[in-house]
């Protein structure tokens, strides 16, 4: 984990603000972003500060709150928050004011600008680190459920960008250029990861709003999902199917449903869905060549392990099709997936420090070039995957092989 991996992320947001999108307010921005590996260290001083102790790395979670503006509203939030993660198991460590500068931020955003906290909680009983990360899920879906349902005036002010051991996300309604200056915690030398995906948004389906911005918690999306509509009539369809999993029990299942939500975008749908299919144990390679999967049907070479794959997935879920350059990570995992078509592009470099760059275009980032040893474009359905417990990078030929 390194700063440096932070503000280069940055770099590379801010050269990108062309693929973004402002409103008639140049200072209005459609939406930026970036999500990150926990700072654990950074966390520990600020919550220092505080006379809290905060438990050692993996053993507590951190989830991003977006709370509505009016006082009285977001007390009411808090305490059924609060009774949730009670039910949950969990313990509330503490609620921090995330620091942020809005002097930047155009009339428009700052007229829908929610208040910012990000709360520490600690399970009552020792979990193993994939068992924490289900029981935050399981509390961010019941949270968000009923307090929507509680109070429907807060279904676009109370949000949880993000709620886990492993990655936190800093996103909002802002250009690329004002996202560094508007959280301050993303200036702090203290603040690190080994991975950090960056996004700039230019909205196509859904209007701006500061919860639609991107990265969401497991991927960052450059595209369109054209088939949308019927993706989330044909998942709604399973959910009455999926009754229990071998890692859901039937009453757990009832506080997660709905997994897709109503007035998202098609990025976040998609997002939603492969964070269920991979909390369920599915690898996130493994659901995205179920989701998006290859042009497969009249590839004459490719070989009958593989076709056989392909053949049985389709049953289990239809694809989720359109031009579509997809990053994605759970904080383990990180890399790139393109469409089967290609139509957007994906360029990638590897350098000899072992810092993997992958962006829509090539030059986002300045890199010596003496120092780049591999570099290339993502072709059509493959998929890219470095495995920072490994140590390694997978390319498509491998990772497929393996799962297939």
């Given at each position: 984990?390194s700063?440096?991996?932070?503000?280069?992320?940055?770099?590379?947001?801010?050269?990108?603000?062309?693929?973004?999108?402002?409103?008639?307010?140049?200072?209005?921005?459609?939406?930026?972003?970036?999500?990150?590996?926990?700072?654990?260290?950074?966390?520990?001083?600020q919550?220092?500060?505080?006379?809290?102790v905060?438990?050692?790395?993996?053993?507590?979670?951190v989830?991003?709150?977006?709370?509505?503006?009016?006082?009285e509203?977001?007390?009411?939030c808090?305490?059924?928050?609060?009774?949730?993660?009670?039910?949950?198991?969990?313990?509330?460590l503490?609620?921090?004011?995330?620091?942020?500068?809005?002097?930047?931020?155009?009339?428009?955003?700052?007229?829908?600008?929610?208040?910012?906290?990000?709360?520490?909680?600690?399970?009552?009983?020792?979990?193993?680190?994939?068992?924490?990360e289900?029981?935050?899920?399981?509390?961010?879906k019941?949270?968000?459920?009923?307090?929507?349902?509680?109070?429907?005036?807060?279904?676009?002010?109370?949000?949880?960008?993000?709620?886990?051991?492993?990655?936190?996300?800093?996103?909002?309604?802002?250009?690329?250029?004002?996202?560094?200056?508007?959280?301050?915690?993303?200036?702090?030398?203290?603040f690190?990861?080994?991975?950090?995906?960056?996004?700039?948004?230019?909205?196509?389906?859904t209007?701006?709003?500061?919860?639609?911005?991107?990265?969401?918690?497991?991927?960052?999306?450059?595209?369109e999902?054209?088939?949308?509509?019927g993706?989330?009539?044909?998942w709604?369809?399973?959910?009455?199917?999926?009754?229990?999993?071998?890692?859901?029990?039937?009453?757990?299942?009832?506080?997660?449903?709905?997994?897709?939500?109503?007035?998202?975008?098609?990025?976040?749908?998609?997002?939603?869905?492969l964070?269920?299919?991979?909390?369920?144990?599915?690898?996130?390679?493994?659901?995205?060549?179920?989701?998006?999967?290859?042009?497969?049907?009249h590839?004459e070479?490719?070989?009958?392990?593989?076709?056989?794959?392909y053949?049985?997935?389709?049953?289990?879920?239809?694809?989720?099709d359109?031009?579509?350059?997809?990053?994605?990570?759970?904080?383990?995992l990180v890399?790139?997936?393109?469409?089967?078509?290609?139509?957007?592009?994906?360029?990638?470099?590897?350098?000899?420090?072992?810092?993997?760059?992958?962006?829509?275009e090539?030059?986002?980032?300045?890199?010596?070039?003496?120092?780049?040893?591999?570099?290339?474009?993502?072709?059509?359905?493959?998929?890219?995957?470095a495995?920072?417990?490994?140590?390694?990078?997978?390319?498509?030929?491998?990772l497929?092989?393996?799962?297939?």
């Open positions: 984990p700063h440096d991996i932070v503000a280069n992320a940055l770099t590379m947001l801010i050269a990108m603000e062309h693929r973004g999108a402002c409103g008639c307010e140049p200072n209005s921005g459609d939406g930026a972003g970036i999500l990150v590996q926990i700072p654990h260290e950074f966390f520990s001083k919550l220092g500060a505080k006379g809290k905060l438990p050692e790395k993996g053993a507590y979670g989830g991003m709150l977006f709370l509505p503006e009016e006082k509203l977001a007390d009411r808090h305490f059924l928050f609060e009774d949730y993660a009670d039910e949950m198991g969990f313990d509330l503490h609620y921090r004011k995330v620091p942020t500068d809005h002097e930047e931020v155009g009339p428009t955003s700052r007229s829908v600008e929610p208040r910012f906290q990000q709360v520490f909680v600690t399970p009552r009983k020792q979990m193993d680190p994939e068992t924490l289900r029981r935050l899920y399981i509390l961010r019941l949270a968000t459920h009923n307090i929507h349902n509680t109070y429907p005036e807060t279904r676009d002010q109370f949000y949880i960008a993000s709620f886990s051991y492993k990655t936190i996300v800093y996103k909002g309604q802002l250009t690329t250029w004002q996202l560094p200056g508007y959280y301050g915690d993303l200036q702090d030398i203290d690190k990861s080994a991975i950090a995906l960056v996004h700039s948004r230019f909205s196509t389906n209007v701006p709003k500061w919860k639609l911005a991107q990265p969401f918690r497991m991927i960052a999306h450059n595209g999902i054209n088939t949308i509509q993706n989330v009539n044909w709604k369809s399973k959910e009455s199917l999926i009754r229990q999993t071998s890692k859901f029990t039937a009453e757990e299942l009832d506080m997660i449903y709905p997994v897709c939500g109503t007035g998202l975008s098609d990025s976040a749908n998609f997002d939603n869905v964070e269920f299919l991979t909390l369920n144990g599915v690898s996130i390679p493994h659901a995205l060549m179920m989701m998006v999967p290859e042009a497969w049907q590839d070479l490719m070989p009958d392990h593989k076709r056989a794959f053949e049985y997935t389709k049953g289990l879920m239809e694809p989720w359109g031009p579509a350059s997809i990053c994605f990570t759970d904080g383990i890399g790139a997936t393109l469409d089967r078509n290609g139509l957007r592009p994906s360029r990638w470099c590897l350098t000899d420090e072992n810092v993997l760059i992958v962006a829509s090539a030059g986002a980032l300045p890199v010596d070039q003496s120092k780049v040893v591999q570099k290339g474009r993502l072709q059509p359905g493959r998929i890219l995957v495995d920072l417990e490994e140590h390694r990078i997978i390319g498509d030929e491998e497929k092989e393996t799962i297939c």
